[in-house]
C-alpha cells in the first residue's frame, strides 16, 4: 500500500486503531479490486467502529465493577 496515501488519513487515529485500520485495508486490496483511497476509506470507517465499540466495553466493564463496589 501506498504510505502517501495512507499517511494523511490514518495519522489522526490512535495507534492501535491505524494498525487495525491498515491490516483491514490490506486485506480489502487483496480479496477485491478497490483502488487503494477506497480501501483505506472504508478500513478507517471499519476500524473506528471497532475501537467504539471496544472503548465502549471497557467502560461499561468498569462502571459495573464501581457499582458493584459500592453495593
Known amino acids: 500500500m501506498d504510505a502517501r496515501i495512507a499517511l494523511p488519513e490514518l ?3 490512535s495507534p492501535t ?3 487495525k485500520a491498515v491490516a483491514i485495508a490490506q486485506e480489502l486490496l487483496r480479496s ?3 483502488s ?3 480501501a483505506v476509506s472504508k478500513a478507517i470507517l ?3 467502529n471497532w475501537a467504539v465499540k471496544n ?3 471497557r467502560v461499561w466493564k468498569r462502571l459495573k465493577s464501581v457499582e458493584k463496589e459500592l453495593i
Open 11 to 13: 495519522m489522526y487515529l
Open 17 to 19: 486503531t491505524r494498525e
Open 32 to 34: 477485491t479490486n478497490i
Open 36 to 38: 487503494p483511497r477506497e
Open 46 to 48: 471499519i476500524a473506528k
Open 55 to 57: 472503548v465502549n466495553r
